[in-house]
């Protein structure tokens, strides 16, 4: 089993900037692969950026590139998303998700066994 916790949420203004943590714990072995995705009310759960953390790998979605950067502490266990000049689109509940996979683009959320409960990112414009 792996156990992962949010944090970092908040509420900015457009232009700011946010950096959301996501620590693991637990039978992480298992694993190579650490996503950050997000799900507004009324839409489907979207990826945002993900790591292999065996290869350092990153993947992005389109609409966060040159904005978002995603970035891990293996010593931690941990991954960071960094989110420069967030847009009152980017509000959502990101949450944080472990699985294994060597994929070449942003894999699907349905791909991943484990997922944190999220955490809230509001952009005010």
């Known amino acids: 089993q792996v156990h992962l916790v949010e944090s970092g949420g908040g509420s900015v203004q457009a232009g700011g900037s946010l950096r959301l943590s996501c620590a693991a714990s637990?039978?992480?072995?298992?694993?190579?692969?650490r996503g950050w995705f997000r799900q507004a009310p009324g839409k489907e759960r979207e990826g945002v950026a993900g790591?292999?953390?065996?290869?350092?790998?990153?993947h992005y979605d389109d609409s966060v590139k040159g904005r978002f950067t995603i970035s891990q502490d293996n010593a931690k266990d941990t991954v960071y998303l960094e989110m420069n000049n967030l847009k009152p689109e980017d509000t959502a509940m990101y949450y944080c998700?472990?699985?294994?996979?060597?994929?070449?683009?942003?894999?699907?959320?349905?791909?991943?066994?484990?997922w944190g409960q999220g955490t809230q990112v509001t952009v005010s414009s």
């Open positions: 998700a472990a699985g294994f996979g060597w994929w070449r683009t942003m894999p699907k959320p349905e791909l991943f066994g484990y």
């Open positions: 637990g039978y992480t072995i298992n694993t190579n692969y």
């Open positions: 790591v292999n953390t065996r290869n350092g790998n990153t």
